[in-house]
């Protein structure tokens, strides 16, 4: 199993640009999770899926993230407009119907200038 | 999901067991002790959860109290490679629902030569 890919793994752009980063949850996983990081925030959860809906947004931070999952193999966050405090790791993890582990991937550095 | 309080850092020595401590006093009958690492630059890993009983598996072991109020991590036979921030999170059993990690600070561990 190739575990969670995320892509692009590492993203610059200029603040008001739009940007989407992209997950693909492991086979057969039903949950899965966007995660974002920084230094000063450490490990904040952003949105939690179940199934393919949405369950708990109250981590995006403003109306500015978006999150979707059109299906089960397929997950995007897009921020529109960022900013240059949006610069930060985000992680996607997915998780087994019955399983107790999360399984992260490899992260996407996004650095908003 | 009970507050956990772990060292900022630890040092341990290649070869030595690394022993990472976990006070969780306010942990509820129902809540487990899970522990993650993350390695630089990578996403987090999960390691061991554990109720009340010690755990092992291939990666460590986890001693949990009788009053379940603290807990410690073992890494038997530390290696570079476990170089990591280590998470201690309590919480309800991953698959009993609403199902989300909160990440604290966690402990930085350095495995030096």
């Known amino acids: 199993d190739a575990g969670v890919i995320q892509s692009p793994r590492h993203e610059v752009t200029e603040m008001g640009q739009e940007v989407t980063l992209r997950c693909k949850p492991i086979s057969g996983h039903n949950s899965l999770f966007w995660y974002r990081q920084t230094m000063m925030r450490g490990l904040e959860l952003l949105i939690y899926?179940?199934?393919?809906?949405?369950?708990?947004d109250s981590g995006m931070p403003e109306d500015r993230f978006s999150a979707k999952m059109p299906n089960a193999s397929f997950s995007t966050l897009k921020i529109q407009p960022s900013e240059p405090r949006d610069s930060a790791v985000y992680f996607c993890a997915s998780r087994p119907t019955l399983g107790e582990k999360l399984f992260f991937g490899s992260g996407t550095q996004l650095s908003v200038l | 999901d009970a507050k956990t309080t772990q060292p900022t850092s630890m040092d341990c020595a290649e070869g030595r067991a690394a022993n990472l401590p976990c006070n969780h006093s306010t942990i509820s009958g129902n809540e487990y002790v899970y522990w993650y690492r993350q390695i630089h630059s990578q996403g987090p890993q999960y390691i061991i959860h554990?109720?009340?009983n010690n755990e092992t598996n291939e990666m460590a072991s986890l001693i949990i109290t009788e009053d379940r109020k603290s807990s410690t991590l073992i890494l038997p036979h530390a290696t570079l490679r476990d170089t990591a921030v280590y998470y201690c999170?309590?919480?309800?059993?991953?698959?009993?629902?609403?199902?989300?990690?909160?990440f604290g600070k966690g402990t930085m561990l350095l495995v030096s030569p």
């Open positions: 554990g109720l009340k």
């Open positions: 899926f179940n199934n393919n809906v949405p369950i708990d």
């Open positions: 999170i309590v919480r309800v059993a991953m698959n009993s629902g609403y199902s989300t990690l909160t």
